[in-house]
């Protein structure tokens, strides 16, 4: 056999072996590049992934909060740009809370700037923001019943500002905060409170840390999950996919003169 014909028949036994090998990684490139292409449609930027292994490989711990807001069947935590109602993940996130109330059958949170109001589930009710309200920023957050006589009756919300105490019985409509019926009634305000241990299992849950799938796909896309060694891996893969292209090419080449030469 000649030195021509033993080099195409290595080249023919290794093209074949490297591609089916090589093949099914090529197919995750392919179908993780066509995802990241339309994550938008896919919604991966939204869908989370908190599996634990995962997380401990991306050297990331989750971060309790120790204090919080209690309500009467409740709480609300915050960490890590994360609020947390009673284990519902809330649509707000990266402000600082300086209160939270039970207000009627709604939660009210505020921040500085802001006040929101959630019903028990978790559901956002409504956001009030600049003219809705009385001034800014809110530096305390607190109730006083709308009723000395009846306090059954439901109670005022109250805003400390910079300007002053605002009150108001509905959301809409603000006035500033006075003694009522001749009576000094003095303003229950939120203050935040050591969360209770029987808490821990929920909390952990609720602030364990997270990605969102397109950033794993991502990841896994460019090599970059694997460490600092990942961009290198890719980098040979690419190499070998260029090897079996142009071995390929030479093979096809060959067999077409071989065959125009008979």
């Known amino acids: 056999m000649s030195r021509r014909a033993r080099a195409m028949r290595f080249i023919r036994h290794w093209h074949a072996r490297a591609g089916v090998l090589l093949g099914i990684f090529f197919l995750f ?8 292409n339309h994550t938008d449609s896919l919604g991966l930027a939204k869908q989370p ?4 292994w995962l997380m401990r490989w991306y050297g990331l711990k989750p971060t309790v909060p120790t204090h919080g807001y209690l309500f009467k069947d409740g709480y609300l935590a915050s960490a890590g740009g994360r609020w947390v109602m009673d284990g519902h993940v809330l649509s707000e996130t990266n402000q600082l809370t300086v209160g939270a ?14 006040l929101f109001l959630y019903l028990p589930d978790g559901q956002l009710v409504d956001k009030l923001s600049g003219a ?11 109730s006083i019943l709308s009723s000395v006589t009846n306090p059954d009756t439901k ?12 009150v108001t019985t509905d959301g809409l409509t603000w ?9 000094s009634v003095q303003p229950v305000w939120s203050n935040e409170q050591a ?51 142009v071995s390929g090419t030479w093979i096809y080449l060959r067999t077409v003169r071989r065959q125009s030469r008979h």
């Open 175 to 183: 006035q500033t905060w006075a003694t009522q019926h001749g009576v």
């Open 195 to 245: 969360l209770p241990s029987s808490l821990s299992t929920s909390l952990n849950k609720a602030f364990g840390p997270s990605l969102p799938l397109e950033r794993v796909i991502l990841d896994l896309h460019s090599g970059r999950i694997f460490g600092r060694y990942g961009p290198m891996l890719m980098d040979l893969a690419a190499l070998v996919l260029i090897i079996l292209s």
């Open 155 to 166: 109670p005022q919300l109250i805003l400390e500002t910079p300007q002053g105490r605002f």
């Open 49 to 52: 992934i908190n599996t634990s």
């Open 29 to 36: 490139l392919a179908f993780s590049g066509l995802a990241l």
């Open 101 to 114: 109330i039970t207000w009627g059958d709604m939660r009210a949170i505020a921040s500085a700037n802001d």
């Open 132 to 142: 809705a309200l009385p001034n800014r920023p809110i530096k305390r957050l607190g």
